[in-house]
């Protein structure tokens, strides 16, 4: 199973970028979509997650600016980014919980990272 994500760039403060993440690979179950991000200088940190039920979480920084959402016929998964501000400037990578064919036990997969930069 491999991830490939996409969608970084650069934007002035207040706009809007949409980041995309496909999964390849045989696949049996789904277990959880997390988008994650690496501000420079910085530990990973969680951004957000959907889950296979749909349930989603979020963290405090980013609640009412940003939305995940996932299309399961496509093997992929978004993350809408609204009203960045330049702290949201980081790596983001996407992180993939799933059961691969012809196995019962999940893993994780991480995507290669995808470049955010948020000017002021």
């Known amino acids: 199973v491999q991830l490939q994500a996409s969608g970084g760039g650069l934007v002035q403060s207040g706009g809007s970028l949409r980041l995309s993440c496909t999964a390849s690979g045989s696949i049996s179950r789904i277990n959880a979509m997390t988008w994650y991000r690496q501000p420079p200088g910085k530990q990973r940190e969680l951004v957000a997650t959907i889950t296979d039920g749909g349930g989603t979480i979020y963290a405090d920084s980013v609640k009412g600016r940003f939305t995940v959402s996932r299309d399961n016929a496509k093997n992929s998964f978004y993350l809408l980014m609204n009203n960045l501000k330049p702290d949201d400037t980081a790596v983001y990578y996407c992180?993939?919980?799933?059961?691969?064919?012809?196995?019962?036990?999940?893993?994780?997969?991480w995507g290669q990272g995808t470049q955010v930069t948020v000017s002021s």
């Open positions: 992180n993939l919980i799933a059961v691969p064919g012809a196995s019962f036990v999940p893993r994780t997969y």
